[in-house]
């Protein structure tokens, strides 16, 4: 997929360092196609459908990455795509998708009843559909990422990775681990959208009534069947974030890094951050997923940064 999707860079900050007291390595997947590391599974999924699937068109639900990097890729291939959104997703990633040629229909209030909806109509379209996570194709398409993060930094001892569904942490533990066995993946969760954390530390697998996060690209009810036994078997922990630090990690990334990133994007760094003290690594990479942010809610994010103690804010945002 060399030649598909961009090889994207690795980044450091002597700050970060300094702060964590670890050598740390953000994976810049917000400079991936259409903005966020999707487009690898989107295309990797594509090229593996027959003809006569890729025919009748592909169809999906998505928060708003995964569709784009789909409508993306079905262009690419001059193939019809439809794609459902939830009505709260946020205007850039909307009209992105529909910037590349992709049919939108939003409904629902969240991914789930958008997602369900999807199927419904794929019953009556016919279109193949393209699961945003629950995949192997899409997985193995994610995993690409840590491929390129070990070839880019073999010493790295720790990944840090957003969770939503899990395709994401699926694909990146199978990859990972295939190269060096003794590489820790620690997910990070959203605490409010907190179903596959739930599911990996108690067991059970319960769906959520409903979530609520500015980590959109992450808020999902329930993780994957596929993906949840993969993630049992291969991720080492799951930790969650609060809003406000989620937040605060998109802050400190604008004012640090001078680089945009979402909510789900700052979640592995946030992750970092409030559980730096349990994080026994020396060499620890951060996967930056995304950077599809909408402007218009930055002054919400800023406020909800606040709301972490001053002290923390301040060691973080110091210039």
Known sequence: MDHIVHHTTLRTSATTNKRTQKNVYFKMENQQKTGAFKFRGASYKLMRLTD??????V?????????QGLALAAYKLGVKATIYMAEPTPDAKVEATRGYGAEVVL????????YEASVEYQKKCGATYVH???DYDIMAGQGTIALELLEQESRIDTIMVPIGGGGLISGIAVAAKSVNPNIRVIGVQAASAAATHTAYHEGAVKKLDKVSTIAEGI???????????IIRHYVDDIITVSEAEIAHAIIYMLERGKTLVEGAGAAGL???LSHNDKIDSRHCGVIVSG????ISKLSH??????QLKPEVSHKALVL
């Open 270 to 272: 946030a992750g970092l």
């Open 107 to 114: 409904i629902g209030e969240s991914f789930q009843e958008a």
């Open 132 to 134: 945003p996570f629950d």
């Open 59 to 67: 169809i999906t639900a998505s928060a708003g990455n995964h569709a």
């Open 219 to 229: 808020a999902v009810k329930q993780p994957g069947e596929k993906t949840l036994p």
């Open 52 to 57: 006569e699937q890729l025919a009748c068109g």
């Open 301 to 306: 994010i800023q406020a909800l940064a606040r």
């Open 291 to 294: 950077g599809n942010l909408d």
